[in-house]
């Protein structure tokens, strides 16, 4: 089983909504050989609590507005560390910078394959501010002295 027209398009909206917002290191996964809960992650991420929100918020718009289609599920907001958006054919991980490091759902499902992703968003890899390892991966900013900040 692959990623179905309709998952790619919602990645493809996702992704550039995004991007709009300055998103960080923006990457989709092909994940519908390995769960059957969904077709296809996209994980995002920003550097503080209120882009993470920004970004959750223009994403759930443009989906709505472009494609009428709503989250099932919407998981934290209050905090505005980690939003998650269930739209059942794919999953949004929307992360500050810290969380994505410490969990690192990139390399969790660094084995299923990339999806395609408009041009703003596969740029968003290589923003100044995006922090990321030699192989791409998310990790969190260093402080003054050059070592990664201590993850909450």
Partial sequence: MTVTDHSQQLI?????????????????????EVLSITDAFLIASANNDRQVRSI????????R??????????????????????????VVHVQHAEERSFYSLDRLWKDCPELPLPADALESRNRPDAHTDEVGNAVAPADDFGKPEDLH
């Fill in 12 to 32: 493809t909206v996702a992704a550039q909504a995004a991007a709009d917002k300055l998103a960080h290191n923006i990457i989709a996964f092909d994940v519908s």
């Fill in 56 to 63: 959750a918020e223009e994403i759930e718009d443009q989906l």
């Fill in 65 to 90: 507005e472009q494609l009428d289609i709503k989250p099932v599920r919407r998981e934290g907001e209050r905090e505005g560390r980690w939003i998650l958006l269930d739209y059942l054919d794919i």
